[in-house]
């Protein structure tokens, strides 16, 4: 018997200075809930973190009485750094990523020269997904589908009817993700699009991010409909040949994000820092000429 699918509530929590939405999604029928894409604040030119934007969210599960069993990362963030180890303690739950993390690990480990003592197995993260796994938030039949194309990693849940995409797609007026990161290649992302393009047309589809193109009012929520009629990239009508080489020649024009270092140091180990040093603290490098 097939379960019927739910529509979990879901609350959003942006974080203005990396222009990234993260979420509670609730299973309407409990207290269960995931956290998707979770944002540590970081200010860059202090080396300092903080908990302002982590604590709204640890506040509201709280305040509503929640019971956190997964913190998901839908893939290796290159814009912000995650908050998940710092959620899992207040909140409990487990981290998970996609199993292609070892990937990304191993590609950054040798960037960031972390030497042997490094783990390349998804160890740091309680869960590794593969794709086409379902599982569960409380009741509620989830489904975790390998999207690669932005990076190797990059996986699309979809909760109930709701479609978490991370940043394989943007809102239709905004696009795809860009495709240019070590082991990002324009014609897969186009066929994990395809797969994403293949849910039923009603269920909801959620950002990681909006930029707000031309000026309008900023976005976190479309439809699988939307997305195949409207998107300036991927619309029904646009071949993959076409996709590639609008994706490919756009790309060569983007800078690097600008937390794109620290990120990935952090992100590949789950969202924990570098091991302090004999002074007690903590590093992240700054490899020079990595990304020409």
Known sequence: ??????????AVFFDKPTNTFSYVVKDPSSSSCAIVDSVLDFDYPSGSTGYKGADEIVEYV??????VEWLIETHVHADHL???????EKLGGKIGIGEQI?????????????????????????????????????????????????????????????VFVGDTLFMPDAGTARADFPGGDAGTLFDSIQKILALPEDYRIFMCHDYCPNGRELEYQTTVKAQREENIHVKKDISKSVFVDLRETRDKTLDMPRLILPSLQVNMRAGHMPEPEDNGLAYLKIPLNAFK
């Open 102 to 162: 070892t990937i990304v690990q191993d590609t950054f480990s040798r960037v960031f020269n972390e030497g042997a003592n490094f783990k390349h197995d998804g160890s740091q993260f309680d869960y590794l997904f593969h794709d086409g796994e379902h599982y569960k938030v409380g009741s509620m039949s989830c489904t975790a589908m390998h999207t690669p194309g932005h990076t190797p990693a990059c996986f699309t849940h979809t909760l109930g009817d709701a």
């Open 62 to 67: 709280l305040s509503h009485q929640l019971t």
């Open 1 to 10: 018997m097939i379960d019927a699918v739910m529509t979990p509530n879901v």
């Open 82 to 88: 995650s908050a998940a180890p710092y959620l899992q």
